[in-house]
């Protein structure tokens, strides 16, 4: 800018003079509204949000450069760096930043655990493992095994499977399953002698049945016999039994029913 002046005197004389003002634009633009740095959950990162600024001089364009992750520890742990540029018209320039510290602090999400169920001895389902989900970096199940824990009885005990849900982070989960096992059926009886009619002079000997049991073993017990006097003394019924009992108490008995006859005449 150049400022003149002229001094005129009564007769007309005149001189002049001047000032000249350098002006110069050398403050970059300041930033307002600058996205505070923050610490957020992998799932929750926030939108762009861009700041403003002014000048002193010739206003400011504000540019958005990007932003650049820098890995953690986990595939969930890592921050992204966020930067701007503000421009004015003699390009000046400042830049300003975000920091975003991104966590995985939440664990897994089983789905599909099997439900707890009551079943017969026999009938103990397969393994059947879950599923898991995760908010940021996936997630594997693992299934632990199954703990054994004994009842009143052979057959009665339950089994309690567990699953672990591990993610990238090493945030984990837990589910499990329990089986309550039950024996409530009676053993079955095999070979059991057959109804018979016979002399009076030919009785067979006891002969013991067999027993299967479909979880805990069966024990047959041999009950004695019991005569039913007919109409004479050598016509007669004999009814033996048996009981066979598995190591829950659960039994069956089964019978056997011999008629015996007098039908020989006496010898002479």
Known sequence: ITRTWTATDGCNNSSTASQVITVRDTKA???????ANTTVECDAIPAVQNPTATDNCSGATVTYNGEVKTNGNCVGNYTITRTWTATDGCNNSSTASQVITVRDTKAPVMANVPANTTIEC???????????????????VTYNGENKTSGNCAGNYTLTRTWTATDGCGNSSTASQVITVKDSKAPIFANIPANTTVECDAIPAVQNPTATDNCS??????????????NCAGTYTITRTWTATDGCNNSSTASQVITVRDTKAPVM
């Open 217 to 230: 073993g069966a024990t047959v017990t041999y009950n004695g016999e019991v005569k039913t006097n007919g």
């Open 29 to 35: 633009p300041v930033m307002a509204n600058v996205p």
């Open 122 to 140: 026999d009938a103990i389902p397969a393994v059947q493992n879950p599923t898991a989900t995760d908010n940021c970096s996936g997630a594997t």
